[in-house]
Nanobody, 123 residues
Framework: EVHLVESGGGSVQAGGSLILSCEASGFPHTAYSLGWFRQVSGKKREGIAA???????SYAVSVEGRFTISKHHTKIRWFLQMDSLKPEDTAMYYC?????????????????WGQGTQVTVSA
C-alpha cells in the first residue's frame, strides 16, 4: 500500500554536502509528520530531523545548524540537506512518515519507513 523510496546517499569528504530525498506513494493521510533517522551498527536509531504537514520543523542537537529538512508543498516528498558533513555523520539514513501531526524523534511512533540509504563521510 504505502511505499517510501529514498535516494541521495553516497560518499563525501568531511566538510562536503549531500541531499537526501524521500517520496511516498499510496499515502492516504492528510495529517502527518515526516522524519529522517540514522543508524550505525551496534547503536540505536537516532532521530535527526522532523517536519509536519504545515512545515513546522525540529532537529537533533547533533545536526542542528548543519542539516535542513524540507518538503514538497503538494506531493509527499521530503528532503534532508546535509552540509558541513563530519565523519561521525556516517550512517545508514532512513526516511519515515506517520499519520499524526505532532513532530517526533521516536522510531516506534512512525508507521512507514524507507529502505535506507548509506552516507559515508571520510576524514
Amino acid at each position: 500500500e504505502v511505499h517510501l523510496v529514498e535516494s541521495g546517499g553516497g560518499s563525501v569528504q568531511a566538510g562536503g554536502s549531500l541531499i537526501l530525498s524521500c517520496e511516498a506513494s499510496g499515502f492516504p493521510h492528510t495529517a502527518y509528520s515526516l522524519g529522517w533517522f540514522r543508524q550505525v551498527s551496534g547503536k540505536k536509531r537516532e532521530g535527526i530531523a522532523a517536519i509536519d504537514r504545515d512545515g513546522l520543523t525540529s532537529y537533533a542537537v547533533s545536526v542542528e545548524g548543519r542539516f535542513t529538512i524540507s518538503k514538497h508543498h503538494t506531493k509527499i516528498r521530503w528532503f534532508l540537506q546535509m552540509d558541513s558533513l563530519k565523519p561521525e555523520d556516517t550512517a545508514m539514513y532512513y526516511c519515515a512518515a506517520r499519520s499524526w501531526l505532532r513532530l517526533s524523534f521516536l522510531p516506534y511512533e512512525y508507521e512507514y519507513w524507507g529502505q535506507g540509504t548509506q552516507v559515508t563521510v571520510s576524514a
